[in-house]
C-alpha cells in the first residue's frame, strides 16, 4: 500500500488537515497506528470528534509520533487503499529537545519512503517570523519535492481573511510548483487534493 504524507512546520495545520480530510473521505472512526519516537508502535480507534479534541493543538511540537490512518481514494472508475501520515513538526537549525529532534528525524525518514508528499503551509503567517511562517525549511522541503515528483503544496488556512494575500506571496515564492489552497477548518480545496493524490497515487 503507497502512502502520501503531510510534512511542514508546527502549527501549520497538518493534524487539523489529517483529521478533516478523513472525514472528507468518509471516515466517522479513526483506527490510528502511531510510530513514536522511542520505536514503539500502538493502534487506538477514536471518533472523529475525540481525535479533534486530543489532537489538535495550538501549541508547537503536539505532535511527536508519526500518525497513519488507512483511506479509500477513487481513482479512475475504482478505488485505492492509501496510508496517509501525520508528521511532527520541522523547524530551521537544532531543537533544544531531543524528543523534537528525534520526531523531525522520524518524519523525515518517513518522507523518503513515501509515494506522495503534501507539503502543509500556514498562509494566514507566511510572513509574521512566527514559528509556523515561512523560511529555510520550507524551500528546502520544495526543491526535495519539485525533483522527487509527487509534491505539491496545501495552501492551508484559506478561512481566515488574511490568507489571501499569504497565498499571493506562496506563489510568488514557488511559481513552479502546483499550489492547491485549502481549509482544514471548511474543506475547501479538498476535492483537488483528492484529485491529485488520485492521480499520483
Same mark, same amino acid.
Given at each position: 500500500?503507497?502512502?502520501?504524507?503531510?510534512?511542514?512546520?508546527?502549527?501549520?495545520?497538518?493534524?487539523?488537515?489529517? $483529521?478533516?480530510?478523513?472525514? +472528507?473521505? /468518509?471516515?466517522?472512526?479513526?483506527? &490510528? =497506528?502511531?510510530? #513514536?519516537?522511542?520505536?514503539?508502535?500502538?493502534?487506538?480507534?477514536?471518533?472523529?470528534?475525540?481525535?479533534?479534541?486530543?489532537?489538535?493543538?495550538?501549541?508547537?511540537?503536539?505532535?511527536?509520533?508519526?500518525?497513519?490512518?488507512? $483511506?479509500?481514494?477513487?481513482? +479512475?472508475? /475504482?478505488?485505492?487503499?492509501?496510508? &496517509? =501520515?501525520?508528521? #511532527?513538526?520541522?523547524?530551521?537549525?537544532?531543537?533544544?529537545d531531543p524528543h523534537v529532534r528525534k520526531?523531525?528525524?522520524?518524519?523525515?525518514?518517513?518522507?523518503?519512503?513515501?509515494?506522495?508528499?503534501l507539503h502543509v503551509m500556514d498562509t494566514?503567517?507566511?510572513?509574521?517570523?512566527?514559528?509556523?511562517?515561512?523560511?529555510?525549511?520550507?524551500?528546502?522541503?520544495?526543491?526535495?519535492?519539485?525533483?522527487?515528483?509527487?509534491?505539491?503544496?496545501?495552501?492551508?488556512?484559506?478561512?481566515?481573511?488574511?490568507?489571501?494575500?499569504?497565498?499571493?506571496?506562496?506563489?510568488?515564492?514557488?511559481?513552479?510548483?502546483?499550489?492547491?489552497?485549502?481549509?482544514?477548518?471548511?474543506?475547501?480545496?479538498?476535492?483537488?487534493?483528492?484529485?491529485?493524490?488520485?492521480?499520483?497515487?
Amino acid at each position: 500500500m503507497e502512502s502520501c504524507i503531510l510534512m511542514g512546520k508546527p502549527n501549520v495545520g497538518k493534524t487539523s488537515f489529517f $483529521l478533516s480530510f478523513a472525514s +472528507y473521505l /468518509g471516515v466517522s472512526k479513526c483506527q &490510528l =497506528l502511531f510510530r #513514536g519516537v522511542d520505536g514503539g508502535i500502538q493502534r487506538q480507534a477514536y471518533g472523529m470528534d475525540i481525535a479533534r479534541k486530543y489532537f489538535i493543538s495550538s501549541s508547537p511540537f503536539k505532535t511527536k509520533d508519526v500518525c497513519e490512518i488507512h $483511506l479509500t481514494i477513487p481513482v +479512475y472508475k /475504482g478505488t485505492q487503499e492509501l496510508k &496517509l =501520515l501525520d508528521t #511532527g513538526g520541522l523547524m530551521d537549525g537544532i531543537h533544544k529537545d531531543p524528543h523534537v529532534r528525534k520526531s523531525m528525524a522520524m518524519s523525515l525518514q518517513s518522507m523518503e519512503q513515501a509515494k506522495i508528499l503534501l507539503h502543509v503551509m500556514d498562509t494566514s503567517n507566511v510572513s509574521s517570523n512566527q514559528i509556523n511562517s515561512i523560511s529555510h525549511i520550507d524551500d528546502q522541503l520544495n526543491q526535495y519535492g519539485r525533483k522527487r515528483g509527487g509534491y505539491c503544496i496545501l495552501a492551508n488556512k484559506m478561512d481566515l481573511e488574511e490568507s489571501k494575500e499569504g497565498l499571493n506571496q506562496l506563489q510568488r515564492r514557488y511559481p513552479d510548483t502546483y499550489i492547491i489552497p485549502v481549509s482544514a477548518v471548511t474543506q475547501a480545496g479538498f476535492k483537488e487534493v483528492k484529485m491529485f493524490v488520485g492521480r499520483n497515487i
